[in-house]
């Protein structure tokens, strides 16, 4: 029992004595040394360095020690969610004013009180204040701004454009250069159209305006200039940079981090988004982002970090905040800090952001955002007429903020689950009684001892974590105040919520497409994994080593970026596919523009990624084969492949269906090849259950519970898919 | 004699010639990353089937190494030990707890054995949408939270099923007569088990612990959600630092991917060395 000992042992040790280089930070208030103040941010680069030196200054003002942490930015809101309700996480956090919304209802956030006093008020811009403020509370201390700005290539337009038509009328442009390019496909740079054509999002009252007349004259507009080819099909961020870095592209609508990315590549100059003589003359008026210091409620209850709160929106922060970090900082007196004063760039940024409306912070613009995009994407491909598109944007936003089901009452579910357990109670003690049962249980002990630490470490670390997260399925609301709701998600879920059964996004729908996701991978994975495999098994081969380590690259360089390299070689325009294709005398082809090549490209890429894994595993497999019928195989030409048919492959089957089993539903769970590549395109017909999933926890309005029944329904799908491949293996089919 | 040598020289030549097109399909995406990695800032404007950056430099390989924390001390290195210790310390204790439990399941006959087998392949088919938070609450009440241990133990203990399945199957494809001759000559169970049947699985251990060392090395939310301190960041969460909400360091993000995947590479080189035929054949009649 050596080794089960040792085992146990180490798992114990590596739970109380591993080194716990990083033991949870001491308590805020000890009194050994000075306090200490968290404090979160998602800043990097100049930000960050500016950031840090603000702190030092802090340090040399006071006994306080601000410990601060860059977070990335795509965990920082789970990160906050998972911390603060549990009294960890920061103190202060700084973030963008649209998520108030989320983290007042979440409790993520206390009121500023003394941190932003009435005596402040004068100290920072209106617009700021505005954009800090919920019904009356001010939640923060505004920091900086962010909005959209149009900058300019000098060289190629001298003067300051007043017009947007002034730019698309711009002589002496070569052919296949753009006079304007923006990520016209987002709804956050589609907003300066909207506004200038006196459309928005969202009505004072909070419904969805962006289906009114306005908007469809503004979605028009902009579909007429990428028929004329006045902005870049399919525009990234990156290649957005790279024709404005390149001089392809007279003008960019960016925010102020493009200026850090140009570095002096190009001689550019940053002005206020122009008019639109096309909309009436309305003023292009971009989104404002105000990144706020906040409080958590530990930080507001501690007089130490409220006071440090204050202090990162005062003058001598922001001076510093605009003059190393290129901040558009909120607090006015630090504009007449003569190195802030003669910033041209961050003047210019300032006289943008007078212009801009402050993204409303509510949990209705947080549900906007998608039906926006999507229709916008619609529209552009020239899939539908902006009328359709919009009222298509509407029902689905009624659909993510549709009222929550009501309160059911739990004693329904309290009496099956305690007459379940009764029930299990009485089996197991009648079960007990009967001797031959005693008999096989005392012949399992050994069994037991054997099995004993994953037993543990699966239950508490996997199931446990995995029923709780089930159990959410039967609640909607927040964390902090859940509502029982009994089946109400999963009838929602199951009847489409009123739509048709096999409408776009309905169950049904999805569940296809993921079956055909599912299938069509694992397909591909075995094939071409268990081919390789059987090459790089061969008995006399030289470089196997090699072409081995080569071969798992896809699975070892971050999925995250390859994907992204994946989807720019699908890239309408610039992608290599297309040159390749174009080399060959064919037309480029929009891939992200119908569902089959959208689907095609996600495939391709999956089975890039994927087939290592299957490689991998095959070739531990081969290893159960005698070398002799390796050997036999070789030198026997004719009837290679009815060995490979009848004597390898069952051989090494026993050993690979466990994988292939698992591969499957990985696959059918793999959503982060569906959302870096095709992100759901075309209108989230390439979306797999999951992403759906995902979609509802994260894009629509934080349904929890609703993304929680889905993965319920999900688990339940594929246990009825195994069990079935189970019976049609016959009776020596084993488990998976 | 020429006539079979030929055809055997050209199979030869066949298999490099598809195992070398596989290798180029398998690294031509990795190209576009490495390019943008060697590029100070990519210029992608003109569409191109071969990637190379027009004026290659280290600048983003700097970037990623010479990162330092507020107080200027390096990093990168105390990230990448980070992430090794971690990984390294996942594909030990999931193989180790798991290769005993599948000896179990492949050898013996239990009560509950079929249970537990349907549980297992349960939690495979379950999306993990909503478990970090469980899972956070579950650290915080151990006591575990933002340590590397807790870490490992929540990889290790979700590297555990597929581990278990892999090596159940392997011990099955095992002939017990190996193990039932070692017992005859004095061997406990523990010991034919431990002797016998463990050194005869050796490349399926080989894949079990290359994929417990994957699924760590990448993993990514729950890392950013369970540790809390630069110091004690792993690789993932690093690189990820330079996505940001409106823009991102594409550049220094590919150095860091290469950079990242090449631990990987190494530790899989000195695994694969186990992926050999014939540790079972020939000890039974074949």
């Known amino acids: 029992m050596r080794l089960v000992c040792f085992s146990i042992a180490f798992f114990i040790a590596s739970i109380f004595l591993a080194p716990k280089n990083a033991v949870a930070a001491p308590p805020a208030e000890s009194g050994a040394g000075r306090p200490r103040v968290n404090l979160w941010h998602a800043y990097r680069g100049d930000e960050e360095a500016a950031l840090h030196r603000a702190l030092e200054a802090y340090r040399r003002l006071t006994e306080v020690e601000v410990e601060a942490l860059a977070i990335p930015f795509e965990a920082y809101g789970s990160k906050l969610a998972a911390a603060v309700p549990r009294g960890h996480g920061p103190d202060v956090f700084i973030e963008a004013h649209e998520r108030l919304g989320v983290y007042a209802r979440d409790a993520l956030v206390a009121p500023a009180g003394d941190a932003f006093p009435d005596e402040d008020l004068a100290r920072y811009d209106a617009t700021s204040v505005e954009a800090v403020s919920k019904g009356g509370v001010r939640y923060g201390v505004p920091l900086a701004s962010k909005c959209l700005a149009l900058f300019v290539n000098e060289q190629l337009v001298p003067r300051e454009i007043a017009y947007l038509e002034e730019l698309l009328a711009l002589p002496g442009l070569a052919p296949g250069n753009y006079p304007l390019a923006y990520e016209a496909t987002s709804a956050f740079f589609h907003a300066p159209f909207l506004h200038a054509f006196g459309g928005s999002f969202l009505g004072a009252d909070g419904h969805f305006a962006f289906a009114e007349l306005s908007s469809a004259r503004a979605l028009g507009f902009v579909k007429h200039l990428a028929d004329e080819q006045l902005i870049p099909e399919e525009p990234s961020g990156t290649l957005v940079i790279d024709l404005f870095a390149s001089g392809r592209a007279a003008a960019v609508v960016s925010g102020p981090w493009l200026a850090g990315e140009l570095g002096n590549k190009v001689r550019y100059r940053v002005q206020p988004l122009p008019k639109l003589a096309a909309a009436g003359q309305g003023v292009m008026r971009p989104f404002l982002t105000v990144e706020t210091a906040m409080l958590s409620p530990k930080g507001a209850a501690r007089p130490e970090a409220r006071a440090f709160a204050r202090w990162l929106g005062s003058t001598a922060s922001a001076v510093v905040r605009a003059e190393k970090g290129h901040q558009v900082v909120a607090t006015l007196a630090a504009w007449d800090a003569p190195a802030v004063k003669s910033d041209a760039l961050l003047v210019a940024f300032h006289r943008a952001v007078e212009s801009a409306v402050p993204t409303p912070s509510t949990l209705a613009m947080r549900a906007a955002w998608e039906p926006a995009n999507r229709a916008i994407r619609k529209v552009l491909r020239g899939d539908t007429e902006p009328e359709d598109a919009l009222h298509e944007a509407a029902t689905r936003f009624e659909d993510a903020t549709r009222p929550l089901p009501p309160a059911a009452s739990p004693w329904g579910a309290l009496a099956v689950a305690g007459f379940s357990a009764v029930a299990g109670i009485v089996y197991f003690v009648r079960r007990a009684r009967m001797p031959r049962f005693r008999r096989a249980l005392a012949a399992s002990l050994p069994s037991y001892a054997y099995a004993a630490p994953a037993t543990l470490a699966i239950t508490l670390l996997v199931i446990v974590p995995l029923a709780a997260g089930a159990a959410t399925s039967l609640f909607v609301g927040t964390r902090e105040d859940p509502r029982y709701v009994g089946l109400a998600n999963y009838v929602a879920i199951l009847t489409a919520r009123g739509a048709g059964l096999f409408a776009q996004g309905s169950f049904y729908r999805t569940l296809l497409v993921t079956v055909s996701w599912m299938t069509v991978n694992i397909v591909f994975h075995v094939v071409i994994g268990v081919a390789l495999g059987l090459l790089l098994s061969r008995p006399a081969m030289r470089l196997k080593g090699l072409y081995r380590v080569l071969l798992i690259v896809p699975w070892a360089v971050p999925s995250y970026v390859t994907a992204l390299a994946w989807k720019g070689m699908f890239h309408k325009q610039f992608g290599s596919l297309n040159a390749m294709l174009a080399t060959f005398g064919f037309e480029p082809r929009a891939w992200f523009a119908r569902f089959d090549t959208a689907f095609s490209a996600n495939v391709a890429t999956n089975v890039w990624l994927g087939f290592p894994f299957m490689m991998v595993v095959a070739m531990a497999a081969l290893t159960n084969v005698p070398q002799e019928v390796m050997e036999a195989a070789e030198l026997d030409g004719a009837s290679r492949w009815k060995r490979l048919r009848f004597v390898t492959l069952p051989m090494i089957a026993p050993t690979l269906i466990p994988a292939i089993a698992l591969g499957a539903a990985w696959t059918f769970n793999m959503f982060n090849v569906v959302f870096l590549v095709s992100g759901g395109e075309p209108d989230g017909s390439t979306d797999i259950l999951v992403s759906e999933a995902y979609r509802w926890a994260f894009t629509r309005d934080a349904q929890y519970g609703y993304a929680a029944a889905y993965a319920v329904l999900i688990f339940v799908v594929l246990s009825l898919m195994s069990r079935l491949l189970t019976r049609l293996r016959g009776p020596e089919g084993q488990t998976p | ?286």
């Open chain 2, 1 to 286: 004699m020429t006539g079979p040598r030929f055809t055997r020289w050209a199979e030869g030549a066949l298999v490099h010639a598809a195992l070398w097109g596989a290798v180029l399909a398998a690294l031509y995406p990795v190209l576009w990353v490495v390019s943008t990695a060697l590029s100070p800032r990519e210029l992608t404007v003109k569409p191109r089937a071969i990637p190379w950056p027009s004026a290659p430099s280290l600048e983003n390989f700097r970037t990623v190494v010479g990162a330092t924390d507020a107080a200027k001390a390096q990093l990168f290195l105390t990230q990448v030990g980070n992430s090794l210790v971690v990984s390294l310390a996942t594909a030990f204790i999931a193989v180790a707890v798991a290769t005993p439990a599948a000896y179990a399941l492949a050898r013996f006959e239990f009560v509950g054995q079929k249970a537990s087998l349907r549980t297992l392949l349960a939690t495979q088919l379950f999306p993990t949408v909503a478990s970090a938070v469980p899972l956070y609450l579950l650290l915080d009440a151990l006591n575990l939270l933002d340590s590397r241990s807790g870490l490992v133990l929540v990889y290790a203990a979700s590297a555990v099923p597929f581990a278990l399945f892999q090596l159940r199957a392997s011990f099955q494809a095992v002939p017990p007569e190996l193990e039932e001759a070692a017992m005859v000559d004095g061997a406990t169970r523990f010991g034919a088990f431990r002797l016998v049947a463990v050194p005869a699985i050796r490349p399926a251990l080989a894949v079990t612990a290359l994929f417990a060392v994957m699924s760590s090395w990448n993993e990514f939310i729950l890392a950013s959600t369970l540790l809390s301190r630069e110091t004690s960041f792993t690789l993932p969460v690093v690189l990820q630092r330079y996505v940001g909400e409106y823009d991102a360091a594409w550049g220094p993000f590919a150095a860091g991917s290469i950079l990242v995947s090449l631990p990987v590479m190494g530790i899989f080189y000195v695994l694969q060395r186990h992926l050999v035929a014939g540790l079972t054949s020939g000890a039974v009649k074949g």
